[in-house]
């Protein structure tokens, strides 16, 4: 019989993160094919009341590893619980969400295990058993599809690019013994700013502004994300001068997102910048630059003033 | 104390890319090149530890073709100390499609007998987009690893670094030697002058080819990798976008509304 799939998943704020229910879905998917059992990981202090809620989204077994050393993610003691619990039950696929803390578990696991991961996968598909990736490679100009190497194949995905779908798991909860093990970085202080505002990566819309915002008042794009319910992003520029944070910055050096909606108001449409948003579901632009290259890339365009659009389609929406 | 600086050369991001015929790698002909951002925010950081301290000594390792030299002339004019290139071009057939755990089984080999106090890398190289090289490095290494770092001070045999984490940031400490990742924040990377980087053509270089260090070559590139390229193709094209024509912003907004409700359904 074949192997089962594990998901790693991710409690932040209280909740899971969408890309655990997202990983869990496809999971689901992956084992019916295989017709093996999926398992889901779930680390951190106390998580049993969140932990059986993922029977809805298909686990068949939920291994909860309960520790207050895990409250928040510390790579090292993840690192050395995750490979333990994938040394012990041997699954065949292993899931992770391509986050700030599943990008960084994936590559210590992987590297403690010897085993293949491909990052950031957008699709999957199992050809005699095997998992088959593709991913976006070279700033998402170019789609690659890899064959993952090894008894274990590593994976991540792409936030926002599978859909979650409910589906009903044994969802058997287990708790596994923690250890620890062994930590050569030693946290001193975190400062953790927890918002009710969606991540970047994982919100359904995002207003971003370029250059063409002029200063560091992005009110208006505020306004509007506020109204839809999303985030707001930026482009390098616009972070280069210090208008916007870092953690807000869209592109290949900053982060890469797959919104519903994605809204560039007086961006010059580098193809950096386009590489780190193309996979959104619909672009709209809007530039009083009628030759602004961010048009090529955008379903809907608008030649004319941002100050004065942006604020004429929260109104719109407030309608 | 010895800083290596681990460097790659990647596409240029405002560059476009071909594929080659074989659909399993990039053409790389007509490329532009550059130093992977990351990794100038790691060279960066090595240089001011190095200016700010006595007898800081800053290699430059890097894995590539012959085309890589071109970075290291960049990272000499910089100021780097030393450069040890390990040419992987030893056959066109395997070189491109080496991954994270062939590259880093490489570096890991050469830091053997390379001494290394601090290893400075990019949190990610922006052509393949692994994140796994560090790690890689550490666990074979047996290093602790610090991604992210947006801030160092070194004191004694201790690293202490900042590092960006969701929603914030940590402070977190480690014994040296130690592997970091930078990230964007840590500093501004100096750019030499044209001058410099022609004056470091006559810099030598420690060239190493892979069965110097000690590899058979066939155990390396696509032949040993852990995710192996099948094919590449571009995304498909996106449709011309529709231009929304009004009097006004509010006509055009209101135009927009529309068809992102009614035509395109996503509000």
């Known amino acids: 019989m074949a192997k089962d799939v594990m998901i790693v998943t991710e409690i932040w704020n209280d909740a899971f993160r969408k890309i655990s229910l997202e990983a869990l879905s496809e999971g689901r998917r992956l084992a019916d094919e295989l017709g093996s059992s999926l398992t889901a990981v779930v680390l951190g202090d106390a998580v049993e009341a969140h932990a059986k809620t993922l029977a809805e989204y298909g686990a068949d ?13 510390r790579p090292c003691e993840y690192e050395n619980v995750v490979a333990g619990i994938i040394g012990d039950q041997a699954p065949g696929i292993v899931i992770f969400g391509a986050t700030r803390q599943g990008r960084e578990l994936s590559a210590c696991v992987a590297a403690r295990l010897n085993a293949g991961l491909a990052v950031e996968c957008t699709g999957f598909a199992l050809e005699e058993e095997r998992l088959v990736a593709t991913r976006f ?16 194949q590593m994976a991540s995905i792409r936030p926002n690019v599978f859909e979650v779908t409910k589906a009903d798991g044994a969802g058997k909860l287990e708790s596994v013994a923690v250890d620890l093990g062994e930590v050569n970085v030693t946290l001193i202080e975190e400062k953790i700013e927890m918002s009710a505002k969606a991540e970047l990566t994982e919100a359904d819309y995002i207003v971003s502004g370029g250059r063409g915002m002029e200063s560091d008042d992005f009110s208006v794009l505020e306004e509007l994300a506020d109204v839809l319910g999303g985030a707001v992003g930026a482009s390098r520029n616009a972070v280069d001068l210090g208008w916007r944070p870092q953690s807000d910055q869209v592109g290949q050096t900053g982060k890469v997102v797959s919104p519903k909606l994605y809204i560039a108001c007086g961006i010059s449409g580098a193809m950096q910048h386009v590489a780190g948003m193309s996979t959104s579901n619909v672009i709209v632009a ?34 | 104390m010895n800083i290596i600086v681990l460097m790659k050369q990647v596409p240029d991001t405002e560059a476009p890319v071909e594929i080659a015929a074989s659909k399993d790698r990039l053409d790389d002909e007509d490329i532009k090149w550059a130093i992977n951002p990351y990794d100038e925010f790691a060279l960066e950081e090595a240089l001011l530890i190095k200016e700010a301290g006595d007898d800081v000594t800053v290699t430059v390792i890097t894995v590539g073709p012959d085309r890589v030299s071109e970075a290291i002339r960049v990272a000499y004019a910089m100021g780097v100390d030393n450069a040890i290139h390990i040419n992987d071009e030893y056959d066109d057939e395997a070189y491109g ?3 994270a755990y062939t590259t880093a089984k490489i570096i890991a080999k050469v830091l053997e007998d390379t001494p290394h106090d601090l290893i400075i890398a990019g949190n990610r190289a922006v052509d393949d987009d692994n994140y796994q090289v560090p790690a ?28 960006s984490i969701d929603g914030g940031t940590a402070v977190v400490k480690a014994s040296l030697p130690a592997i970091i990742t930078a990230n964007k924040g840590l500093n501004e990377p100096r750019y030499p ?5 022609m004056k470091a053509k006559k810099k030598k270089v420690d060239e190493r080819e892979l069965d110097e260090i000690g590899f058979d070559p066939e155990t390396l590139g696509a032949a040993g990798a852990k995710v192996k390229i099948r094919s590449l193709e571009f995304p498909p094209e996106r449709a011309e976008g529709k231009r929304i024509e009004g009097s006004s912003p509010a006509e055009k907004a209101a135009e927009l509304v529309k068809l992102l409700r009614e035509e395109a359904n996503v509000i």
């Open chain 1, 61 to 73: 077994t939920i291994l909860m590893a309960q520790d207050p050393g895990l409250k928040t993610f």
């Open chain 2, 193 to 197: 002058a044209f001058r410099a980087i």
């Open chain 1, 137 to 152: 490679m070279y700033g998402g100009k170019v789609i690659a599809t890899v064959d993952i190497d090894g008894d274990i």
């Open chain 2, 97 to 99: 499609a080496a991954d």
């Open chain 1, 286 to 319: 809007i530039n009083n630059d009628p030759d602004a290259l961010i048009f090529r890339a955008a379903d809907y365009c608008i030649v004319d003033d941002l100050f004065e659009v942006v604020p004429a389609i929260t109104a719109e929406l407030k309608k």
């Open chain 2, 136 to 163: 890689f490095i550490a666990k074979q290494c047996n290093l602790p690893m610090i991604a992210l770092v947006t801030k160092q001070t070194i004191e004694g045999s201790e690293i202490t670094c900042e590092q």
